[in-house]
């Protein structure tokens, strides 16, 4: 198994430019997650996921869009990017959703120039 | 709203010491679960260890421990016999059913040999 896996591992932007950041899972669960980690301020929750085909916004979802076509991806996009989303963003699933553990990809860096 | 906190940015203990990261955390739920995750520099999240608010007993992993204290809402990480490799970011983390984690800002943690 491989777990979580994130595409890709670091990117560079232009302000205005779009791209879409890709998680897999190979591990059945149901429940997916996109985090920004940020010095000092932990890890946030963008959006989540709690099936095939459903999303919803967590903390700070502005700037940011996902989908979850097939149960094993999550994908993250960004239409514009903005300075301020240069950030490492993981990926995380779960089972049960929120009583159970979280399971975290590797993360990907971004930095928006 | 659930709030967690982590109030000591960065800690030191001497090799084969012991170390206390504090946490506390709110919430309204009362079935709800916390965990302890590792980030080490390749920044990998690692679970640590998990503890169930509906059990008394605390939680441990070999070196690793828990004080779960539900009326004063305190959850610290005990590590025993500090080694080099323990050294990492550690993250306290708080979920209910709601499927969302919300995570603290991070206890940066140094092994001095």
């Known amino acids: 198994n491989a777990g979580v896996t994130q595409t890709p591992k670091f990117r560079v932007l232009k302000t205005g430019q779009s791209m879409t950041l890709l998680c897999a899972q190979d591990m059945n669960h149901e429940y997916m997650y996109w985090y920004r980690q940020d010095p000092g301020m932990g890890l946030r929750l963008i959006h989540y996921?709690?099936?095939?085909?459903?999303?919803a916004k967590g903390e700070v979802p502005d700037g940011y869009n996902v989908s979850r076509l097939k149960k094993q991806n999550f994908l993250l996009g960004l239409e514009s990017a903005a300075p301020s989303q240069t950030s490492v963003y993981f990926c995380?699933?779960?089972?049960?959703?929120?009583?159970?553990?979280?399971?975290f990809g590797p993360g990907t860096r971004l930095l928006v120039l | 709203a659930q709030t967690v906190t982590q109030s000591q940015p960065e800690m030191s203990v001497q090799e084969a010491e012991t170390v206390t990261l504090s946490c506390t955390y709110d919430t309204s739920e009362s079935d709800y679960y916390l965990f302890w995750y590792k980030q080490p520099p390749s920044r990998q999240m690692i679970l640590v260890i998990r503890q169930e608010a509906y059990k008394q007993q605390n939680a441990t992993e070999n070196r690793f421990s828990v004080n779960f204290q539900k009326a004063a809402k305190s959850f610290s990480l005990k590590i025993s016999d500090s080694q080099l490799g323990d050294a990492a970011m550690y993250f306290c983390?708080?979920?209910?059913?709601?499927?969302?984690?919300?995570f603290g800002t991070g206890t940066r943690l140094k092994v001095l040999a």
């Open positions: 995380a699933s779960g089972q049960r959703g929120g009583k159970e553990t979280q399971y």
């Open positions: 996921s709690v099936g095939e085909g459903t999303t």
């Open positions: 983390a708080c979920t209910s059913g709601t499927y969302k984690y919300i």
